[in-house]
């Protein structure tokens, strides 16, 4: 059920972290899931795919999602989304053409006013500021918990969608080139392997270990790397644009997880970045299974993390999360058992690998040799900037800007 539009109502327009944490709010949480802050419940359309077959959701099917996606509030555990009232008003998400920013309110009593549940965007606090887009430095205003910034550049066509015709949210693309502003090259990364990924972080505004972060795992990717790019290439004249374009030509379509990223980044990105320039893999490839796999798995398909076909090479990582408990176990030894028969090599990866640079530093030499690249010997200089990549993936202390 959608709620209704208010002609009157004032528009604000969110700035990049107010707009990634509107989309990471509303990320999918099924009736499994336990103790986090938002909990959203809506249904998800087919994503459609573009020429090189990665899926993504198209701009009707973004707003279509939000607009069925239905808020309901701070919870302290799911149990308490279950007995919400049915009838817990959505609000009507749809595309704007808006392209500048002259309508957006900026005084604190029109702030007051906007109904922030009914559209689903987190009202400001101490902790987590509400960050705002304003034409000038004319409407900017001393507000408790607001953060404005003035957006003078020329907005790019179709760049909102607009909730309840209150909200200005930027679209997916719209919100990378944003966050320019508050992300450093490394982070920037990390945030197009989200949007182009199967997850959403939640809890991502503090700097807390990425691998302990809480994710929410099989959403439908919100774009993709072509269309990211497409965007960059139409948003000339905003702050970032040429650290967004060298972030895209080193990420992929596709990671199913953030300690995927880490490992893709770890492994692809050129010596210059601290990573180890390794040939870059498919993503969640999907393998058809032979006869002979059918032995072991009743699936008609195996999904590869870290896949290289040219080697028929897999890297598989082991969660913590996930590979604990007896069943988990040996339904992963069945899987590898299963790409074995299909002539694939698995390495498996975990956590405790991952932290050691000497133990990482031979699954990398491992994957180069199968591939036929060759290695060069490692200067004191690449050791300390594989452990500063390192320290920056996985405890995310060096992705914001200074």
Known sequence: MSGTTNDTAPRIALDGPSALAFYRD?????????????????TEPEPRADADGDAWLSDEDIAATLAETNIFGHCS????????????????????RMRTLSQCASSSQALRSIPYGRVGVRPSSGACPLYLLIPNNQRRRRING?????CTAGIPDRSFYTAEDIVCVPTPEFTFVLMARYLNLLGLMMLAMELCGYYRLLGATTLQPLHS???????????????????????????????CRRALDQVANNAASPMETILYLMLCLPRRYG??????????????????????????NLVPDLYWPSARLDMEYDSEEFHTDADSLQSGRRRTLALQAMDVQVISMSIDILRSHDSFDVVASTIMRALGQRRHKATETDRQKRIALRNSLLFRDDIYRK
């Not at 009232?85 to 998400?93: N, Q």
């Not at 893999?281 to 008609?300: C, D, F, M, Q």
């Open 26 to 42: 509303r990320a999918e949480v099924d009736s499994q899931s336990q103790l986090f802050d938002t909990y959203v419940v809506r």
């Open 77 to 96: 555990d799911f149990e308490s989304v279950l007995q919400s009232p049915a009838d817990v008003p959505s609000p009507t998400i749809k595309r704007t």
């Open 146 to 150: 607001v953060c404005q910034r003035v």
């Open 213 to 243: 972060l809480r994710a929410l795992y099989g959403q439908q990717p919100l774009t993709s790397v072509a269309r990211l790019r497409s965007f960059v290439d139409r948003a000339e004249g905003f702050y970032g644009i040429s650290a």
């Open 275 to 300: 990573g180890y320039g390794v040939k870059r893999p498919i993503l969640n490839a999907k393998l058809p299974v032979n006869a002979l796999a059918h032995g072991v798995t009743a699936a008609s």
